[in-house]
């Protein structure tokens, strides 16, 4: 079956630092991959999303490439800010399972000023 | 994007007792509602998926009977749980499914049940 592992939280940065979550993935199909993004209080949001191998996603200073060699969807975002504290999660989608999406653990994120 | 909608936002309940979430898509027509349910901390976990017209699909270890889901149009997915019990206690969040790979999942805020 499909599953998604994530790096364990918490972590905890300093405003400004450089973040990466890693996330790896097992899927039997060609899987698109997702990082959700879930701020306090709040319902998930989409962040970015990649539908191929070597696709790159990217939205607000945050990237994750589709890596199929690897089967790695690792998110790095350059330089944090304070309103980047949240619980992201790594996500696939797998079209042979109806676009059900498979979850990895999720990993909280909290930035220091 | 897509707007999708839960109602009520949270509730309380007596164990024993019953309660329905709604969820509504209010800009796009889904023929598939997928719900999930997530435990403080935790991750989601699909429950269920709900096909406009006929029988929702558990995922194994979901009891049918406790959490009936009932998709009676393309706008609009019920989630009902039967003789709730504390253990239910946790946030439901539904996800139309568009159908097409690589689309973007939209989801709806939440309902957050917590059963006395």
């Known amino acids: 079956g499909n599953s998604v592992t994530q790096m364990e939280g918490p972590v905890t940065l300093s405003e400004e630092a450089f973040l990466t979550i890693n996330c790896t993935y097992t899927?039997?199909?060609?899987?698109?991959l997702f990082w959700y993004v879930q701020y306090p209080g709040e319902g998930l949001q989409l962040l970015l999303k990649?539908?191929?191998?070597?696709d790159k996603g990217s939205n607000k200073g945050f990237e994750a490439t589709y890596r199929k060699e690897t089967t790695s969807f690792h998110l790095e975002k350059g330089s944090v800010q304070v309103s980047d504290s949240a619980v992201y999660f790594c996500a696939l989608s797998d079209p042979s399972a109806g676009n059900k999406l498979t979850f990895g653990g999720g990993t909280r994120v909290l930035v220091k000023p | 994007g897509a707007v999708v909608s839960q109602h009520p936002s949270w509730v309380i309940c007596k164990s024993g007792t019953s309660v329905k979430i709604e969820c509504r898509s209010l800009?796009?027509?889904?023929?598939?509602m997928f719900w999930y349910r997530q435990f403080p901390k935790q991750s989601l976990m699909l429950m269920a998926t709900s096909n406009e017209g006929s029988k929702a699909t558990y995922e194994q270890g979901v009891e049918k009977d406790k959490f009936l889901i009932n998709h009676a149009s393309l706008t609009l997915s019920t989630l009902t749980v039967t003789s709730a019990h504390p253990e239910d206690s946790s946030f439901y969040i539904c996800s139309p499914n568009f159908g097409t790979r690589g689309e973007t999942q939209y989801f709806g805020p939440g309902t957050r049940l917590l059963v006395l």
């Open positions: 990649a539908t191929k191998a070597d």
């Open positions: 800009d796009f027509q889904a023929t598939t």
């Open positions: 899927a039997t199909g060609y899987p698109s």
